[in-house]
């Protein structure tokens, strides 16, 4: 199944941009730790301890802040300033998620804005090439 290019409508983007983001933050670092458990998510969590990361979802005015420390990702303190922010639009990460684009066709086409540590981008755009997001349930569910 294609997931069409579409932006979140402003409704709903203002009605999520509303809403507290340590709901959906926290079911990230949970999805991140189960990953990372079962084997589908191939990190060395050495080369991410220690680092705050941002999932920016633009058109949903949505900012996931978690960190890395002691092999496991963990929501992110308040205040913490991140040292990568990956930005896009929701369908943008669904698309990568899903492996119908790969993050570097996002990033050359403008959809995925990497901000930060450069070194530690490269480090995450190849973590998430190396995903077999097919085994995940997000993939499964969107097979149905």
Do not use: Y
């Amino acid at each position: 199944m294609r997931i069409p290019d579409f932006t979140l409508p402003s409704p709903v983007a203002s009605l999520v941009g509303t809403l507290p983001a340590t709901p959906p933050a926290w079911l990230l670092v949970q999805s991140l730790n189960h990953l990372l458990k079962k084997g589908i998510l191939p990190a060395d969590t050495g080369l991410l301890d220690g680092r705050c990361f941002m999932v920016a979802v633009k058109d949903a005015g949505l900012n996931l802040c978690f960190c890395c420390s002691n092999e496991a990702f963990r929501l992110a303190p308040a205040g913490a300033v991140p040292d990568l922010t990956l930005s896009a639009n929701f369908a943008d990460f669904l698309r990568m998620m899903l492996r119908e684009e790969d993050p570097d066709t996002l990033f050359f086409n403008r959809k995925l804005s990497i901000e930060g540590d450069t070194e530690l981008g490269l480090i995450v755009k190849n973590l998430l090439d190396s995903v077999d997001w097919s085994e995940t349930p997000l993939a499964r569910f969107m097979a149905v």
